[in-house]
T-cell receptor, first 114, second 120 residues
């Protein structure tokens, strides 16, 4: 079983819709949670990051972490065609000694239909 | 946009050739990483480095090697390319971080655009 599970999609929604992307994980030691966005033929770019449980909002994007359920979400409000990309969740245990390896989900391919 | 650069962006090469994929960053980051990404699959860490003269193997076994002679440079070499090496290779870097205030920042990895390698 993978440490991080993410529905690969593809997911297609009309422009303006609210998008919900999710990941579940099994390692209770994960403390740092990130969402990366990857456009076709590009490298992943960091979109959101959170530490431990809670919500974080940045413009149209909201990241939620529920450590008790081992479940993280990314919400996109008022979705735009420019949001069409693959979204990767990533997480790490983190430490003060340098070992902050990230474990990634497989990514969800999202298409926003104009 | 992150200041991390990978060359070449695309490479098509014959079996048995030696290749080096270049990665450079201008952010002064201590840590650098190489990932392999195949369609529909998660990123797999193949090598990482904590700093100059430090190299470690990642979670995914790889026939490639890396070196870290300068902070900003982390090349990956395949001595004899095979069709099974066909993949996208992504380089990333992160800062060393420190005590509170940068605890989250040191876990953030910044990625290059990738090198798409095809071995015929």
């Amino acid at each position: 079983q993978k440490e991080v599970e993410q529905d690969p999609g593809p997911l297609s929604v009309p422009e303006g819709a609210i998008v919900s992307l999710n990941c579940t994980y099994s390692n209770s030691a994960f403390q740092y949670f990130m969402w990366y966005r990857q456009y076709s033929r590009k490298g992943p770019e960091l979109l959101m990051y959170t530490y431990s449980s809670g919500n974080k909002e940045d413009g149209r994007f909201t990241a939620q972490v529920d450590k008790s359920s081992k479940y993280i979400s990314l919400f996109i409000r008022d979705s735009q065609p420019s949001d069409s990309a693959t979204y990767l969740c990533a997480m790490s245990e983190g430490s003060n000694f340098g070992n902050e390896k990230l474990t990634f989900g497989t990514g969800t391919r999202l298409t926003i239909i104009p | 946009e992150a200041d991390i650069y990978q060359t070449p962006r695309y490479l098509v090469i014959g079996t048995g050739k030696k290749i080096t994929l270049e990665c450079s960053q201008t952010m002064g980051h201590d840590k650098m990483y190489w990932y392999q990404q195949d369609p529909g699959m998660e990123l797999h860490l193949i090598h990482y480095s904590y700093g100059v003269n430090s190299t470690e193997k990642g979670d995914l076994s790889s026939e490639s090697t890396v070196s870290r002679i300068r902070t900003e440079h982390f090349p990956l070499t395949l001595e004899s390319a095979r069709p099974s090496h066909t993949s996208q290779y992504l380089c990333a870097s992160s800062r060393k971080g420190g005590v509170s205030g940068t605890r989250v920042a040191k876990n953030i990895q910044y990625f290059g655009a990738g090198t798409r390698l095809s071995v015929l």
